[in-house]
Nanobody, 125 residues
């Protein structure tokens, strides 16, 4: 059974930086497409970013390009989300997700097989 555990969330001020981590266990991490989603109160869970398995090609939500960076360390079975110049609208629970397959649509949350429990990110103005 694959387990994903997020960490790194917290309360920061607008303009600060934050790095989230997601540690995977119980599976073959190097073969997974990994992604970050987020869910703000009263809103649907939305796609943030994804990184493919073999070639590490990345994808971002259009509104987040240039501020967020996804990366992975296959030796550590960990995926990261570097968040720069955070804004109050970035406040949400951030979830890590894994797919056993390469996806045609990385933003389709229904295609992911495993999910973490989420980590709260709160940005104060």
């Amino acid at each position: 059974q694959v387990q994903l555990v997020e960490s790194g969330g917290g309360l920061v001020q607008a303009g600060d930086s934050l790095r989230l981590s997601c540690a995977a266990s119980g599976g073959t991490f190097i073969t997974y497409t990994m992604a970050w989603f987020r869910q703000a109160p009263g809103k649907e869970r939305e796609f943030v970013s994804a990184i493919r398995n073999s070639n590490s090609i990345t994808e971002y939500a259009d509104s987040l390009k240039g501020r967020f960076t996804i990366s992975r360390d296959n030796a550590k079975n960990t995926v990261y989300l570097q968040m720069n110049s955070v804004q109050p609208e970035d406040t949400a629970v951030y979830y890590c997700a894994a797919s056993r397959f390469a996806l045609l649509n990385n933003g389709d949350r229904l295609r992911y097989d495993y999910w973490g429990q989420g980590t709260q990110v709160t940005i104060s103005s």
